[in-house]
């Protein structure tokens, strides 16, 4: 119709090009863009300069060269005699190695702490607040000095090794520790733990439909723990229980047998559990505490026993608070193993610190040392992020 | 049931003896329950045997003069050491005559901390507070004039090193972090993903990979002939740090404004600039203070790290002095040392984030 | 509404009931009975200790003198007493404490499962049922986060109903509604207490006392101060603090 022709023929008027939004939005954002370009290029042209006026060698060329350095411990085999790469792998498996044990000895002792703070004990209460306290606010570092020097520095020689526990002895070689004679017995005891998992599994999945059916429940918890552990157990003893450990014994100047950890890996993990488990007792405490008293209230009023309360009502909710900072800990454990280079255990950065300092090739070492940890981060933030969107409370 | 009318009404009485007191509190708190008991035996137990060894080697047993380290080995802590050797820890390589210079730009630190934990002063009279402070400080440490001999970057060490390195790196961070925040807030693309390029680049390396950056990197991306004092490598390297993880906790305060307030600072005609300047900011900032001290003790304690980059703060110092051949092996009584200054700075802030957080969730409505 | 007292035997007893918080005596020579499909509208100002005793009665809260005596189980520290107590008693809070992370369906048959150990067929039968009764059948697999405040309290008194207990009790059940929402709990409860269930109620809503109510009780400062029906209580308060009480709730 007329009337709508003449609508579609009234637009608004275009403005000025300065005073248009959308003009200035592009505006500012090449401005911010070259700004930023100009700053890296700046720092490109003097970083070439210097390179070639200090004559320092560029590319990654150098990870084919061979290392000629030692290591002092590694998971896999590794000479002097290899490359530069295979150093980097060493300091990497490294790496993983202290992360992972640290990971869950830090959770294990985060969670016990994060519990014990809440517990109607008073003096369970406060000492896990005095252990909370103290080591949060001591820096990491004076915390691995400390422990690196009462393994290394103070402890005796083998010879007055300091005995903790049956068999397991400290000196200034490390700790050594029993560990069983291998035996073909523990191939059939592995076999029969891998079987009553699948037993175990297999029968909560079973005693779950019996419960939809009936209603009857089953002490699901024991027969998991019969399972798992009772038969390999069974099994053990069915062998005649051949339990002949390789102890250490003192053998001149040193231990022999048994298996040992030196001093910097057993400061690096005691540190690392320790500090972190602080933050992650707190995290675990913040999370129980976030879920609402009066769910636990409507819980009990419902009739429901302070296990069931706990396994299906708090723990549940309290889980969606607890895993999102847990997870930035696990990552943070991760980054803080890169202090290992104060005591001298070869991690990675430690290798390519060394790497550095003999090809004096630092902006490829630094870039291969953040590449690796912007990795791990990536992947641990993605995971992490999977998880929150699966357990997303649903609202409106 | 018959009806019942009371109109004089019941006094209160006192509760039952065993259910308060000290009677009363030992069994709820300690004894309420067989695994309550046994927890308390057994922690008991632990303070039983780990308390009595301690007090002895730290007061009972240690030695508190001695000539030299032969003399001071014995069964106890040697706090002889400390007394020989708290003026190196504490102010590292400055030249002994002019002690009080560090002395008093701690004092002046100090100051310049508890002035910005008193509400009454935040403000702009902070601003000018801490200005003045930073200039004294940076006045003292150099010298070079008004009779002070100068003294050069290299020989700054010890506790002032580390109170330079955590506030000039807070003190610059912020306004980088939040810079940064907004950034990532931004509506224009390249804006955001350069913001948030660099703040998940910072976040997801180690503090010791930058801080090589710094010192071994920096050199080279700046003109031939251009040196750059390694202190000042590490504090870039710290403010650069500092901004990444400020803005992550300024972006959680910009969150928590309803979209209400910058409406209405729209509908009155503000720019983006004066809204988020008057009316944005202000409130984001004063929701995250508490996180923005846990972040500043954070950074404090990650300062121990330059000891990789042979700058010599708090605990570089105290490694050096271990290394005095005539007084060897007092590796405790050094970390004790440092640990209990490390510590006291350290609990005092989280309790007095604590209590800032107390007090903001008490104003805000639950 | 109902002029015969209850008959067949007591429901609830307190006897002498004195509580402290500390040293602050919050409960002071409590005596309450409730018979068999009695209706117990409990009333006073805030702070008289009316929910505090109302939560004794299932042992969110525990009394230090006295006895309490619920469907003939003393209550006591014996876990297996108080387990059977609140098997019989259904609570319904003045925050709903839906369970978040469960949905309607499964928030209703979570205890019949796992407390009566019955087949999930059945619960969720009986679940449906409730649902039903409450008028929002449709939401059974909605999350509470996804329905108002007056839905939720309904799916509240269901799941408390799906345990199908004894006794009921409301703690300000409308109290943290908006306007609007309360008339459709109210007719809930209306019609619950018109099918005969024991119910004791902390409520302000006098209209819905005078309707349901058999036995009005006022509290003050922790005391009984008065017990009375309805009508004798609305139209002859005995009590001086009871007619001040009267006089600010009936004002407007």
Redesign the interface.
């Known amino acids: 119709m007329a009337s709508e022709d003449a609508a579609l023929s009234i637009a608004p008027a275009r403005p000025p090009l300065w005073r248009d939004a959308k003009f200035r939005g592009i505006a500012y954002q090449i401005a911010f863009v070259c700004a930023v370009a100009g700053l890296i290029a700046f720092a490109v042209h003097n970083t070439l300069g210097n390179i070639g006026r200090q004559n320092i060698a560029t590319g990654f060329g150098f990870l084919r060269r061979e290392a000629a350095f030692g290591i002092g411990e590694s998971l896999i085999e590794y000479s002097p005699a290899d490359t530069y790469a295979r150093a980097f792998l060493v300091g990497l498996t490294n790496t993983l190695h202290v992360a992972a044990l640290g990971t869950v000895f830090a959770t294990i002792l985060g969670t016990l702490m994060g519990l014990a703070r809440l517990s109607r004990n008073w003096l369970v209460a406060k000492l896990a607040r005095v252990y909370v306290e103290t080591f949060r606010n001591i820096p990491l570092p004076l915390q691995l000095f400390f422990w690196w020097g009462l393994l290394n520095k103070m402890s005796p020689g083998p010879r007055q090794a300091w005995q903790i526990l049956p068999d397991v002895f400290v000196s200034n070689r490390g700790i050594v520790y029993p560990v069983p004679f291998a035996n073909p017995v523990y191939e059939w005891v592995g076999a029969a733990f891998c079987i009553g998992a699948v037993a175990a599994i297999g029968f909560r999945r079973w005693a779950k439909q019996r419960q939809a059916r009936t209603g009857q429940q089953l002490p699901a918890g024991w027969v998991t723990l019969g399972l798992i552990a009772g038969l390999p157990l069974a099994v053990f003893l069915g062998f005649g229980a051949p339990l002949a450990l390789d102890t250490p014994a003192l053998k001149g100047f040193n231990f022999s047998g048994g298996s040992s950890m030196s001093p910097e890996f057993a400061a690096l993990l005691i540190g690392l559990v320790i500090y972190t488990g602080t933050f992650i007792a707190e995290i675990v405490r913040a999370g129980i505490l976030a879920v609402n008293w009066g769910q636990s209230e409507a819980a009990m009023a419902l009739g429901l026993r302070s296990g069931q309360r706990m396994r299906l009502v708090v723990l549940p909710q309290a889980l969606r608070v607890i895993v999102p900072p847990l997870t930035s800990q696990y990552l943070s454990l991760t980054k803080n193993s890169s202090l290992a280079v104060i005591i001298g255990f070869p991690d990675l950065v430690s290798i390519a610190n060394t790497t550095m300092n003999q090809t004096g090739q630092a902006i490829e070492g630094i870039a291969m040392i953040m590449a690796v940890y912007l990795f791990l981060s990536l992947a641990i933030s993605l995971a992490m992020n999977a998880y929150n969107r699966a357990v997303a409370l649903v609202e409106r | 049931?018959a009806?019942?009318?009371?109109?004089v009404?019941?006094a209160?009485?006192?509760?039952?003896p065993r259910?308060?007191g000290a009677l009363g509190w030992l069994k709820?708190?300690?004894f309420?329950s067989l695994t309550?008991t046994i927890?308390?035996l057994l922690?008991?137990a632990?303070l039983v045997v780990a308390i009595p060894p301690v007090v002895r080697w730290a007061l009972i047993d240690a030695i508190w003069h001695a000539p030299n380290g032969q003399a001071c080995h014995g069964d106890g802590a040697c706090w002889a050491f400390i007394g020989e050797k708290f003026r190196f820890i504490l102010f590292g390589f400055f030249p002994v005559a002019e002690t009080w210079r560090p002395v008093v730009v701690v004092g002046i630190f100090l100051l310049m901390i508890v002035a910005a934990c008193d509400r009454r002063m935040w403000g702009r009279r902070l601003g000018i507070l801490w200005l003045i402070g930073l200039c004294a400080v940076f006045a003292l440490m150099r010298g070079g004039f008004a009779g002070m001999g100068k003294v050069e970057t290299a020989m700054w060490s010890g506790l002032p090193l580390t109170l330079i390195l955590a506030i000039v790196g807070m003190l610059f961070g912020f306004p980088l972090g939040v810079l940064l925040a907004l950034g990532r807030r931004s509506?224009?693309?390249?804006?955001r993903t350069?913001c948030i390029g660099y703040i998940?680049?910072i976040?997801?390396?180690?503090?010791?990979?930058l801080l090589?950056?710094a010192s071994?990197?920096l050199?080279?991306?700046?003109?031939?002939g251009v040196t750059i004092d390694k202190l000042v490598r590490a504090q870039v390297a710290f403010i650069l740090f500092a901004g990444a993880y400020l803005a992550e906790v300024v972006r959680g305060g910009l969150q928590a404004i309803p979209r209400g307030q910058i409406e209405a600072a729209d509908a009155l005609g503000l720019s983006y600039f004066q809204r988020t300047r008057l009316i944005v900011l202000p409130q984001a900032l004063a929701m995250v203070i508490p996180p923005l001290v846990n972040t500043f003790?954070g950074i404090f304690?990650?300062?121990?790290?330059v000891?990789?980059i042979s700058l010599f703060d708090l605990?570089t110092t105290a490694?050096t002095a271990l290394t005095d051949g005539a007084w060897q092996?007092f590796?405790?009584e050094a970390?004790v040392f440092?640990?209990v200054i490390?510590?006291s700075f350290?609990?005092f802030m989280?309790r007095y984030s604590q209590l800032l957080e107390r007090e903001f969730n008490r104003g805000r409505r639950r | 509404m109902s002029d015969a007292k209850a008959d067949s035997g007591t429901m609830i007893e307190l006897q002498a009931v004195h509580k402290w918080y500390g040293d602050f005596h919050v409960l002071k020579d409590i005596n309450l009975q409730v018979g068999k499909g009695e209706k117990v509208v409990v009333c006073g100002p805030s702070g008289s200790g009316k929910s505090t005793m109302i939560r004794c009665i299932n042992r969110l809260e525990e009394h230090q003198q006295g006895r309490i005596v619920v469907a003939g189980i003393e209550l006591n520290a014996d876990l297996k007493n108080i387990d059977a107590v609140r098997r019989e008693v259904g609570m319904v809070f003045q925050q709903f404490n839906l369970f978040p992370h469960l949905t309607v369906l499964q928030n209703l048959t979570l205890a019949p499962i796992w407390v009566r150990k019955l087949p999930k067929k059945e619960a969720e039968e009986t679940a449906r049922y409730y649902l039903e009764r409450v008028r929002i059948p449709d939401q059974a697999d909605k999350y509470p986060g996804q329905l108002s405040g007056g839905q939720q309290q309904r799916v509240a008194i269901a799941r408390s109903l799906c345990m199908k207990p004894e006794i009921m009790l409301f703690d300000e059940p409308t109290s943290a509604l908006d306007p609007e929402m309360i008339k459709e709990v109210l007719d809930v409860m209306v019609s619950l207490a018109e099918e005969g269930m024991t119910m004791v109620c902390v409520t302000h809503e006098m209209g819905f006392a005078r309707t349901v109510a058999d036995m009005m009780v006022f509290m003050d400062r922790g005391e009984v101060i008065e017990r009375a029906p309805p009508k004798d209580f609305f139209a002859n308060p005995k009590s001086d603090r009871t007619r001040a009480f009267l006089s600010q709730i009936i004002a407007h």
Do not use: Q
């Open positions: 049931m009806d019942i009318a009371h109109d009404p019941i209160a009485e006192a509760p039952p259910s308060t709820a708190n300690l309420s309550n927890l308390t922690c008991i632990l509506r224009l693309p390249a804006v350069i998940e680049l976040r997801g390396v180690p503090l010791i990979t090589f950056m071994l990197m050199p080279l991306f700046l003109p031939a003790i304690k990650d300062t121990a790290l000891i990789i605990l490694e092996g590796y405790v970390y440092i640990g490390y510590w350290c609990f989280s």
